[in-house]
Nanobody, 121 residues
């Protein structure tokens, strides 16, 4: 199973970014997918999860109202639309998939390589 994340970059506060993760090696439509992030010196934290059908989503409190997770099962992709970014959102963002239809945790077995998001003030 391989996950390839892209879309990170350097933006200014208030800007938007769209992260995309493309998967291969399994039938991704059978499993939940998610986004996590990690800043230097901090533990990896949950950002958003989408269940296998895309019908249910979960967001961290800091992501609610600003971030939107979506998936395209025909293309094995999961995306994270991030709006109104702040310097606190600066982190490496990772996509992941678990062996669950509904949830992805930090103990998920499959992770992408990460994409850096840097937000300047």
């Amino acid at each position: 199973v391989q996950l390839q994340a892209s879309g990170g970059g350097l933006v200014q506060a208030g800007d938007s970014l769209r992260l995309t993760c493309v998967g291969s090696g399994r039938t991704f439509s059978n499993y939940a997918m998610g986004w996590f992030r990690q800043s230097p010196g901090k533990a990896r934290e949950f950002v958003a999860i989408i269940n296998k059908s895309g019908g249910r989503t979960y967001y961290a409190d800091f992501a609610k109202g600003r971030f939107t997770i979506s998936r395209d099962n025909a293309r094995n992709t999961v995306s994270l639309e991030m709006n109104n970014l702040t310097p606190a959102d600066t982190a490496t963002y990772y996509c992941a998939t678990d062996d669950s239809e509904q949830l992805v945790t930090t103990r998920a077995p499959y992770w992408g390589q990460g994409t850096q998001v840097t937000v300047s003030s």
